[in-house]
């Protein structure tokens, strides 16, 4: 990372310490200063603890990291008896972290402090089945823009993370056969930004990036839990002993292409009866417009005339307003997505299912649907403590896992810039 100039606050992000020596750090350093980070704030007693490190080890390498400018104290934490310790952190002046979620309809980018506040954020629809050039060309000019409006240096760029709605080699960052975004197989996401951006660019999919923003919020407190994006398909990320797994080849969650009736429609795929062409979004317009068409919806019928189509929304508005019809749509696809997830939950034994996506937000009857049919074909001993949840960032989830995911790997790999 190379020095920059300019006098700003103490919590301006754009006054960056020169010539960091992440290269010279040593392992021990990055995994404190990666321990620091998913903890938010915490003592030294407590950073011993969580790497199994002796008092005095820790104190000395944190003592490092503080003449460094990597950390940060700030402030005492409540004392249990004798002395406050003091809570220690990643020092906000490092640098900025940038998140990018690209889904199958929408682009969110956000410029992030290392501690995952949010310093700018912008949104926009897209379209993904456009191909790669459109969005990317997008991000090369929105990417520079958004720095320069807040300041902000490309060199104070500590890395950037992008989640991409389809499975991912994260070895090379590139897509696999996405059945959402055609084009974009074997796309070389990170070469493109080079060009603009001299900080390492780590891609995953989308999914894998929400259950990551979920860790960082629950500070690794829960290990074991999965996270379902329902949108425009269906994805699922897995956390098992309080790591993301992403299986053999990293393709593990592709939930959505789990066969419900191998007479169904035909999918994206090219299969049929896939959850995701059975439940998902466009699964739930298709409903939505033979109710509406058919008469036997007198509100989706009203929507549809008024607005020329329909979304997965108003249907979900609908069955708020007591439609029976549309009432019947939210309860088949959340029964449908629960049927597969009671498999899930039977195999893996997770504490928890975290909802998100934007079908998640269609309405409260939508996640109770999916909580019965889980119940009730899940094993009495699987759901015994098992909690299903909405996703506790709320839209924000994959935006910020994104920012997770540059910093963790960041430190990780020693080198983030």
């Avoid at 104290?73 to 490092?94: C, D, F, K, N, Y």
């Avoid at 509100?299 to 329909?310: D, H, M, S, T, W």
């Avoid at 996506?357 to 759901?383: C, D, H, K, W």
């Amino acid at each position: 990372m190379r020095p920059t100039t300019g006098t700003r606050s103490k919590e301006d992000t754009r006054e960056v310490p020169i010539a960091l020596p992440w290269h010279a750090l040593s392992t021990d350093e990055l995994a404190l200063l990666e321990a620091a980070f998913w903890a938010g704030g915490v003592a030294r007693h407590a950073l011993a603890d969580t790497l199994q490190f002796s008092r005095s080890k820790t104190n000395a390498l944190a003592a490092g990291l503080l003449d460094q400018g990597l950390l940060d104290e700030a402030g005492v934490q409540h004392s249990t008896g004798g002395r406050r310790p003091e809570t220690l952190r990643v020092h906000g002046r490092i640098g900025v972290l940038i998140g990018v979620d690209i889904g199958a309809t929408s682009l969110d980018v956000a410029l992030m402090r290392p501690d995952l506040s949010v310093i700018a954020r912008h949104s926009q629809e897209a379209d993904v089945q456009a191909g790669p050039g459109p969005i990317m060309a997008r991000l090369r000019g929105l990417l520079p823009a958004m720095l320069a409006q807040n300041g902000i240096a490309r060199e104070s760029v500590l890395a950037l993370g992008i989640g991409v709605p389809g499975p991912v080699n994260f070895t090379v960052g590139q897509l696999v056969n996405p059945p959402l975004m055609p084009g974009w197989d074997s796309y070389a996401i990170r070469e493109d930004l080079r060009e603009i951006l001299d900080a390492p660019v780590f891609v995953d999919n989308d999914v894998n990036l929400m259950a990551l923003g979920v860790l960082w919020r629950q500070r690794k407190q829960i290990e074991n839990f999965l996270v379902i994006k329902i949108g425009t398909g269906i994805g699922c990320g897995i956390v098992c002993h309080g790591e993301l797994y992403r299986g053999a080849t990293g393709s593990a969650g592709d939930i959505g292409h789990i066969c419900l009736d191998p007479e169904g429609p035909l999918c994206r795929c090219g299969n049929r009866g896939c959850v995701e062409a059975m439940a998902a979004a466009p699964a739930i317009v298709a409903m939505g417009l033979e109710a509406a068409k058919s008469g036997r919806s007198a509100i989706l019928a009203a929507k549809l005339a008024q607005q020329g189509g329909l979304s997965a929304s108003d249907v979900g508005a609908a069955c708020r307003d007591g439609d029976a019809e549309a009432d019947g749509i939210v309860r088949r696809s959340g029964r449908l997505i629960g049927q597969v997830l009671a498999a899930l939950v039977n195999f893996y034994n997770p504490s928890h299912i975290f909802i998100g996506g934007g079908v998640a937000a269609i309405g409260p009857m939508f996640l109770a649907a999916i909580r019965q049919s889980v119940n009730q074909r899940s094993l009495a001993l699987s759901t015994r403590h098992l909690e299903i949840t909405s996703a506790p960032l709320g839209p924000e989830t994959g935006l910020i896992g994104a920012g997770v995911l540059a910093m963790r790997e960041a430190l990780r790999s020693g080198s983030p810039a």
